[in-house]
């Protein structure tokens, strides 16, 4: 047993039981689409901020995904927290993940996705974009029981916190701006 679930165990589970109840595949497919769309979504992005010459902004956004990324994956591996269906397996699984749990990878991008939102979109658009990214991807590796509510916790701070531990003044230095 991880530190991890010495410290939150018990509502780790209670939670993670809430939103893993897989109803139908066309669910299962929804989320496991909805997971793995982030991807996409950081090359459009990219390429929006490349488009409108904001070099700046993509340097930045460059440097903080690899960077954040490289240190979660150092997280997931220094903790070795196994995904959820490996230690209960009455939980329902979508799909399986090689990969240790803690912290989520995807909510890590998703959140860090927050700070490089475009602001000349308009307000609807940044609202369902919002809401994709900090309900519908924690929920969905939720219900896909790939994370414990405490993955999801954590990668979502590391998202919020590492755009602003990597400035873009820093960015700028690194890709001499």
């Known amino acids: ?6 410290l939150f165990g018990t509502y780790d589970m209670y939670l993670l039981k809430f939103f893993n109840q ?7 497919i929804f989320f496991i689409v909805l997971i793995y769309s982030i991807y ?3 090359i459009l992005l990219a390429f929006f901020y490349m488009r409108t010459k904001q070099f700046e902004k993509l340097s930045h956004l460059f440097l903080v995904v690899v960077l954040g990324y490289l240190f979660v994956i150092g997280l997931k591996y220094y903790f070795d927290r196994p995904r959820p269906y ?4 009455e939980l ?6 090689i990969d240790p749990s803690f912290p989520s990878a995807h909510t890590f991008l998703s959140f860090l996705v927050l700070y490089f939102i475009p602001k000349r979109l308009p307000k609807w658009i940044k609202y369902i974009f919002i809401l994709y990214l900090i309900v519908l991807i924690p929920i969905g590796v ?3 029981g790939v994370h414990y ?12 916190l590492f755009p602003k531990i ?9 890709f001499k701006f």
């Open 92 to 97: 329902a699984k979508i799909f399986e993940k």
């Open 166 to 174: 990597i400035s873009e003044g820093f960015a700028r230095k690194v």
């Open 142 to 144: 939720l219900y896909a």
């Open 86 to 89: 490996e230690n209960h397996p």
């Open 22 to 28: 897989p109803f139908s595949v066309f669910l299962n």
């Open 40 to 42: 996409p979504i950081l």
């Open 149 to 160: 509510p405490s993955d999801v916790a954590f990668g979502a701070i590391i998202g919020l």
């Open 1 to 6: 047993m991880s530190i991890i679930d010495n």
